[in-house]
């Protein structure tokens, strides 16, 4: 079993630039997450899905979007970076039962120049 | 508007000292969740807590659940280099769908 699997593992963009990030998971759970991650301000969530063609906003998702046309894959698209989306991204997901875990891709780190 | 707070943000200390780290918030949690996380890595779940009141032991590490389940504490005894890392916490509530997550602590523990 991999678990939680992000593509690519490292990326520089030049501004203005697109790309997508993959997370595949193998665990068959429902909830998937995209965050970032920046020095002092933890993880902060961008959009996360409830299921397999849903999606939502979390706190901070204005540059990016999501799609999740398959069950154990969630899409995070960025169509025009910019520096301030230099960052760690991580993906997770979550069961459907009551208080579980998280799991956690092992991160991408996208510089922005 | 940061719903988990935690302190400190940073903390460094000598191994073989003790140390606490802080996870509050206004809003009550059904759960609340602390994870480790090490360089170029994800976090990692250590433990949920659900009940008020809770304590958790995990070998050096105990963990406690505010009675009205708004914060949190994590308690580290005789720390080890290997403790060195962020610590997260994370707050469910019932059917949101997703967690929020502290800021994070950051502990160094120096041989």
């Known amino acids: 079993n991999a678990g939680v699997t992000q593509t690519p593992k490292f990326r520089v963009l030049k501004t203005g630039q697109s790309m997508t990030l993959l997370c595949a998971q193998d665990?068959?759970?429902?909830?998937m997450y995209w965050y970032r991650q920046d020095p002092g301000m933890g993880l902060r969530l961008i959009h996360y899905s409830v299921g397999e063609g849903t999606t939502a906003k979390g706190e901070v998702p204005d540059g990016y979007n999501v799609s999740r046309l398959k069950k154990q894959n969630f899409l995070l698209g960025l169509e025009s970076a910019a520096p301030s989306q230099t960052s760690v991204y991580f993906c997770?997901?979550?069961?459907?039962?009551?208080?579980?875990?998280?799991?956690f891709g092992q991160g991408t780190r996208l510089t922005v120049v | 508007t940061q719903l988990l707070e935690q302190s400190p943000q940073f903390l460094s200390i000598q191994e073989g000292e003790n140390l606490t780290v802080y996870c509050n918030s206004s809003s009550v949690f059904s759960s609340l969740q602390w994870y480790r996380q090490e360089p170029g890595e994800g976090p990692v779940l250590l433990v949920t807590v659900v009940t008020g009141g809770e304590v958790k032991k995990l070998k050096r590490l105990t963990f406690q659940f505010g009675d009205a389940r708004k914060d949190s504490s994590l308690h580290i005894t005789a720390a080890q280099p290997g403790d060195t890392g962020l610590y997260l916490c994370?707050?469910?509530?019932?059917?949101?769908?997703?967690?929020?997550f502290g800021d994070g602590t950051t502990l160094t523990v120096k041989p």
């Open positions: 997770a997901t979550k069961g459907t039962g009551m208080n579980t875990e998280a799991f």
């Open positions: 994370a707050g469910d509530r019932t059917n949101a769908g997703k967690s929020t």
């Open positions: 665990m068959n759970h429902e909830y």
